[in-house]
């Protein structure tokens, strides 16, 4: 199978800055997701990385380094709406299909 | 611009029933997945339609799960017989073309099974 690990839970405080890392199996890679998830809703989409290095977007940023299988998002000014599970999430190609394996996600607490 | 629409939302049922779900994609979207995803678990693909076609089911339980996509719009999921590890949240998402690029999945609410 394809593994994709990351962190089970983190704790942040409100307006500092988290990294949440993700790494993955690196044959057939061909892009990665981020996916922000709050409880009971579906996952939205957050960040895409297909080459290395660093994608930001306000106050969220992805790293990607395809030769090490490793990825992070970094939420900064953290606010008491980022708590959520985030969802790394690995495309592979084969077979002549894409198919994406998401990790177990991060759920990530965000106290006062 | 409407999202992925799902029904219904919860669903209980008893195991060895049978129970089937809705799905309607963003429009315009050709292609169309089924995820399943357990408590504390990422979602996990059980089937890709590209238009009205199969692209991968390969881990779609087939000997109790069916899918059909008729005509390449909405689509169905079905579950027959349900077994208790069967409760899950089951989420369809769309993508414009097929996963390539930087095509995008997009989710809809998902529907709640609890299987007793």
């Known amino acids: 199978g394809q593994n994709i690990d990351q962190p089970t839970e983190m704790t942040a405080t409100e307006g500092a800055i988290v990294q949440i890392n993700c790494t993955y199996q690196?044959?057939?890679?061909?892009?990665l997701f981020w996916y922000q998830q709050h409880a009971g809703e579906a996952p939205t989409f957050l960040s895409y990385?297909?080459?290395?290095g660093l994608e930001e977007k306000g106050r969220f940023s992805s790293f990607l380094s395809r030769s090490k299988g490793y990825s992070y998002l970094l939420l900064k000014e953290l606010q008491m709406k980022d708590s959520a599970s985030y969802l790394c999430?690995?495309?592979?190609?084969?077979?002549?299909?894409?198919?994406?394996?998401f990790g177990k996600g991060t759920k990530l607490s965000v106290i006062p | 611009e409407a999202g992925v629409a799902q029904s219904p939302r919860y669903k209980i049922i008893e195991k060895r029933q049978s129970v089937a779900f809705w799905c309607n994609p963003i429009?315009?979207?050709?292609?169309l997945y089924w995820y399943q995803q357990i408590l504390g678990q990422g979602p996990k693909l059980l089937i890709q339609?590209?238009?009205?076609?199969?692209?991968?089911d390969s881990q779609l339980p087939k000997d109790r799960f069916s899918a059909e996509r008729l005509k390449g719009v909405d689509s169905t999921l079905k579950i027959q017989p349900a077994k208790l590890e069967d409760s899950a949240v089951y989420l369809c998402?769309?993508?414009?073309?097929?996963?390539?690029?930087?095509?995008?999945?997009?989710f809809g609410p998902g529907t709640r099974l609890t299987v007793l």
């Open positions: 998402a769309s993508s414009l073309v097929g996963g390539r690029g930087a095509d995008t999945q997009y």
């Open positions: 690196t044959s057939g890679f061909n892009g």
């Open positions: 990385n297909v080459l290395d």
């Open positions: 999430a690995v495309r592979y190609s084969g077979a002549g299909s894409y198919q994406l394996t």
């Open positions: 429009s315009g979207h050709a292609t």
């Open positions: 339609f590209q238009n009205n076609g199969v692209v991968d």
